[in-house]
C-alpha cells in the first residue's frame, strides 16, 4: 500500500531534480547570449528529433523548446534572472 506521503515525496524529487538542472541550463543560455539566437533554437530542435521518443533528453529539450517564444521574451526585456 503506497501512502500519500510517499507518493508526494517521488513526486517532489522527480519535479526538484529536473528543475534544477533547467534552470543551469536558463541561467547558461542566458549568460552565453546563444538564446537569442534563433540557430540555437533549429540545433535543438535538431537534436530532439533524433532521440527517443522516451528519453529523458528529448522530453528536456521539447520542454525548452516548447517554452521558447516565453524565454525568447524574457531574455530580451531582462526578466529572466
Known amino acids: 500500500m503506497v501512502k500519500p506521503?510517499?507518493?508526494?515525496?517521488?513526486?517532489?524529487?522527480?519535479?526538484?531534480?529536473?528543475?534544477k538542472l533547467v534552470e543551469r541550463t536558463l541561467c547558461?543560455?542566458?549568460e552565453t547570449g546563444y538564446g537569442r539566437a534563433e540557430a540555437f533554437y533549429?540545433?535543438?530542435q535538431a537534436i530532439?528529433?533524433?532521440?527517443?521518443l522516451?528519453?529523458?533528453?528529448?522530453?528536456?529539450l521539447d520542454g525548452f523548446l516548447g517554452d521558447?517564444?516565453?524565454?525568447?521574451?524574457?531574455?530580451?526585456?531582462?526578466?529572466?534572472?
Open 48 to 52: 530532439s528529433e533524433t532521440l527517443p
Open 54 to 60: 522516451d528519453s529523458k533528453e528529448k522530453k528536456l
Open 28 to 30: 547558461r543560455v542566458s
Open 5 to 19: 506521503d510517499d507518493t508526494l515525496l517521488k513526486l517532489e524529487i522527480t519535479v526538484t531534480v529536473p528543475q
Open 42 to 44: 533549429r540545433v535543438a
Open 68 to 81: 521558447k517564444e516565453r524565454l525568447k521574451a524574457d531574455l530580451r526585456s531582462g526578466r529572466l534572472f
